[in-house]
């Protein structure tokens, strides 16, 4: 797919069929039901950095003539915060001007103040989770739990530090929720075997599951990290992708301090978020940050000596964080086409989820969780016992081979469920829901398609 990496950096995406491949490559990014290179030239954070990246523009008498005024005004005010333009390194913690509109977003998001000293900028979230677990892992004897299935930064960075991954099961059948009987029995192993659990990571909206989690599910988390005294990691970056209504998204940060003393006081929190989801969609920008809660003066001090190693986040990534923050108000020149533009992409994006799952719940052997949020569908498939047979003599993994037989017959790519973890025996694949929308009907009937013909063949074979 194109130039967006926000399918693929996430481990892979889905492709539109042969016959509309071509129309679906144009325009695969979550802004694609609406806007195109081009008009992304238009939209408010590339216009305030291409000014900030060019300042001499703003000195010319024309650039009213190219540029919203509020664009203008905005890229004035950056260039203010940082006096050495884009081509200077910042602090390393990111701009202290833009850490306060950041600031000001988490507070206006959830109703409790927040400290610019606590947020730091990053290239993008990955860049800052894995701040954060390099600064969590002593030695292997320490112990992260992350859910499964998980998207792969966490086990590849956990690996990268050194650490052990401690595996806990989503509930598929609760709608992927968390299961604490389960995850106190799963800490209680890795304690037996002389694991140091000091971290438990959630990703909500969840990549690949798609859910969003309740707040009574948020609540039974912070009593377990509570009491468990473990750090949660809230990877929170699909916060604005949300395709239901019954579960708004919820920060992990908003659940602990409804929840008072003493967790409030004492659960140590690190939120993370970015500019490359929600209707952005500007992956290649970097543009992150986390913001931490509870944690001890010293380790905030420690975390920002190890910031300082890489001098400083990218400048342009900063800004577009900014603007994401604080966007277009009504008032501004650019709200009206700026609120108009990202309705529809969210509108869309709900339709896309809806006629993905639909569509999967409409075959033969194919169970599929609604995607309430994120930008995934993570179906399960039934694979019929002859299936998997097949699959062991072509020395594939059944659902990899299932994912290879649906690209070849289809064009359609899809990632297998080994990719990101599952329970023994049970086999999934993870699509986008990012393809054009017009494209859907289209791809959805070539799955199913394909799908009835490869269990008519091995589920009338196993009948034999
Ligand atoms: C759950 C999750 N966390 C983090 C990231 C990384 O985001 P970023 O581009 O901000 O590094 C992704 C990217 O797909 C993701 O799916």
Request: net charge positive.
């Amino acid at each position: 797919m194109s130039r967006r990496c926000s399918t693929r950096c996430a481990g892979s995406s889905t492709s539109a069929p042969p016959s509309s491949r071509r129309r679906a490559r144009r325009s695969s990014s979550p802004t694609s039901a609406t806007r195109t290179p081009s008009d992304r030239s238009r939209s408010p954070s590339p216009q305030v950095v291409a000014l900030c990246q060019a300042p001499f523009l703003l000195d010319d008498p024309n650039v009213g003539l190219l540029f919203p005024a509020d664009a203008i005004a905005r890229a004035k005010h950056y260039l203010s915060l940082a006096p050495g333009g884009l081509g200077a390194y910042s602090d390393s913690r990111g701009i202290p001007g833009i850490r306060k509109e950041v600031a000001d977003f988490i507070q206006r998001r959830d109703g409790y103040p927040s400290d610019p000293e606590l947020i730091y900028l990053t290239d993008g979230a990955s860049k800052g989770v894995m701040q954060m677990l390099n600064a969590i892992i002593r030695n292997e004897r320490d112990g992260i739990l992350v859910p499964v299935p998980q998207y792969p930064l966490y086990s590849a960075a956990i690996s990268l530090f050194g650490g052990s991954l401690v595996p806990y099961y989503l509930e598929e059948e609760a709608n992927w929720g968390l299961d604490f009987v389960n995850i106190r029995q799963t800490v209680a192993e890795a304690r037996s075997k002389g694991i140091t659990v000091r971290a438990m990571v959630i990703i909500n909206p969840g990549n690949p599951t798609g859910q969003c989690l309740s707040e009574e599910n948020i609540k039974e988390l912070l009593q377990f990290c509570y009491h468990e005294n473990l750090a949660l990691l809230a990877d929170e970056v699909y916060q604005q992708n949300i395709y239901q209504d019954e579960r708004p998204f919820i920060s992990a940060r908003k659940v602990l301090f409804d929840m008072g003393p003493p967790l409030s006081k004492e659960v140590q929190l690190v939120s993370f978020h970015t500019v490359s989801k929600g209707f952005w969609g500007e992956c290649g920008q970097r543009g992150g940050y986390f913001e931490m809660t509870n944690l001890p003066p010293k380790t905030v001090d420690e975390i920002y000596k190890v910031a300082s190693i890489a001098l400083s986040p990218n400048v342009p990534g900063q800004i577009f964080m900014g603007v994401m923050v604080n966007p277009p108000k009504p008032g501004d020149i650019s709200y009206l086409k700026f609120a108009a533009e990202s309705k529809s992409i969210l509108e869309s994006m709900r339709r896309r989820a809806r006629m993905m799952t639909d569509g999967f719940n409409s075959c033969r052997n194919v169970m599929c969780n609604f995607t309430e949020g994120a930008m995934y569908s993570f179906p399960q498939i039934r694979l019929p016992p002859r299936a998997i047979e097949a699959a062991k003599r072509a020395g594939k993994v059944p659902d990899v081979f299932y994912c290879l037989k649906l690209l070849e017959a289809t064009g359609i790519s899809t990632v297998p469920g080994s990719g990101f973890g599952q329970k023994e025996g049970v086999f999934h694949l993870r699509t986008t829901i990012l393809p054009a929308e017009e494209d859907f009907p289209a791809i959805m009937s070539s799955f199913k398609k394909f799908n009835d013909s490869f269990m008519e063949q091995y589920e009338s074979y196993s009948r034999m």
